[in-house]
Structure formats: structure tokens, C-alpha cells
């Protein structure tokens, strides 16, 4: 059964009446295609997070995330890549970090861009280390994520403190996510084609620290179309 028909399912339980809704890409947006070797994902990069789109272009120009691998994937969560690279050890990921150490300051446009199904994402350490909430320059994830009852995201924005519109309850409930990142991460994107990749990744078989047992990897990333300055 697919995600949506799984969805729409959990999507009637919960009693809603409201339509699913879904921002369009715009045509002066900047596109990037992630070749794995599962698949090609295409990305819309925000201009609203201009730090860390810019970041992420730079590094796909110096073709830093060849040969990059996804280190962390789980299953109804998220895929992540950027802490190693193939065929790499223990050396060669500090190495990576090395290199990459610097932080971005937060971005987050909350709740214009919130952790939906396809969202695209800056990684980043905790809280107790990282209060102001920065990014990491190179590592990025991939939202997969579930569905969630009316029921469940009341929970989350009395947990939480947060407030979901009703275009974003529509979207957890329809197509899924992960509510409980919003506001703590920033994303600066999503996938407008090849979730069928994404859902290849998140579905690999994986060891005890969620690394994929067979290596899924970028073999490159390329930029499809520049906003004109």
C-alpha cells in the first residue's frame, strides 16, 4: 500500500474536512540534482535561507559531497548524509569534520518551512552544546518521516509549545513528517522529484548505528538553475 493511500487513511480517521495543500516551486528558485546510486533526487533550494543556500552551492561547485555517503539513515524519520565518505574509516570521517567544522547560524522560517514529508534539512549537535541552534555547513538530511492524527499533533504543539496551521496539520496528516523537529532545525528545502529515491534509501537494510550495510552514496550533485541576480 503507498504512502498516500496510508496517509489518506490516517488522514479520514483523524475527522478532518481540509485540503491538502502544498507550496508550488517557484520558476526563479535554485535546483539541485543529488545522484545517489539508488536513484537522482531533484531539491528546490529556499531563498528565504540565503546562508545556507548559498553554502550548499558553493559546496556543490567545489563538488565536495562526491563520493559523499548517507551514514545515517531510519526508517519513517529521515535519511542523512555528510559524515563520511565511501570506502572511508574512523580517520577519514574526522577528516570531514575537520574540514567542514565551520557553523552556520540558525535559519529557521518557521512555520513558512516546517519538517514535512521531502523537507531538506541542515544537521546539526544538541542543545546542551548548541543553544543558538547552528547548523552544520555540510551534513544535511532528507525528511521521510509518518503520518499523525489530529489527536497527535495536539500533543506535540502542548509539548512542544508550538502552533501548526492548518496547512501544516494537512500536510503531516496527508503525507507525513516529523513535527517534532520544527522549530529546532533549519530547512532550506525540499525534494520536488524522486521521493521514490529517498524511500529507496530509508528502506536499506542498516546496522546497530543506523548506517547503511551496503554503502548508499552521492556520486555527484549538480546545479539544474540559478535565480538570476
Do not use: W
Request: with cysteine; glycine share 6%; hydrophobic share 35%.
Amino acid at each position: 500500500m503507498s504512502r498516500k493511500i496510508l496517509c489518506a487513511i490516517v488522514a479520514f480517521l483523524s475527522l478532518s474536512g481540509l485540503a491538502f495543500a502544498t507550496d508550488a516551486p517557484q520558476d526563479t528558485a535554485t535546483y539541485v540534482k543529488i545522484v545517489t546510486n539508488k536513484g537522482s533526487v531533484e531539491v528546490r533550494l529556499y531563498d528565504e535561507t540565503p546562508l545556507h543556500r548559498d553554502n550548499f552551492i558553493r559546496l556543490v561547485r567545489e563538488k565536495a559531497y562526491d563520493k559523499v555517503i548517507f551514514h545515517r539513515v531510519i526508517k519513517q524519520f529521515m535519511v542523512q548524509a555528510g559524515g563520511n565518505v565511501l570506502k572511508g574509516d574512523s580517520l577519514s570521517a574526522t577528516r570531514l569534520e575537520e574540514k567542514h567544522s565551520e557553523l552556520l547560524p540558525a535559519e529557521i522560517v518557521y512555520p513558512k518551512y516546517f519538517h514535512k514529508y521531502g523537507a531538506l534539512a541542515a544537521a546539526r549537535t544538541g542543545d546542551d552544546v548548541n543553544p543558538e541552534k547552528k547548523s552544520s555547513s555540510f551534513q544535511f538530511y532528507i525528511v521521510t518521516g509518518k503520518c499523525y492524527l489530529d489527536s497527535d499533533l495536539k500533543r506535540y504543539e502542548a509539548s512542544k509549545g508550538l502552533t501548526f496551521t492548518d496547512e501544516i496539520k494537512e500536510a503531516y496528516k496527508m503525507m507525513g513528517g516529523t513535527p517534532h523537529l520544527d522549530g529546532n532545525y533549519t530547512v532550506f528545502g525540499e525534494v520536488v522529484k524522486g521521493m521514490n529515491t529517498v524511500e529507496k534509501i530509508q528502506s536499506v537494510s542498516t546496522d546497530g548505528a543506523d548506517q547503511p550495510v551496503s554503502p548508499v552514496y552521492i556520486k555527484k550533485v549538480v546545479i539544474l538553475k540559478k535565480k538570476k541576480k
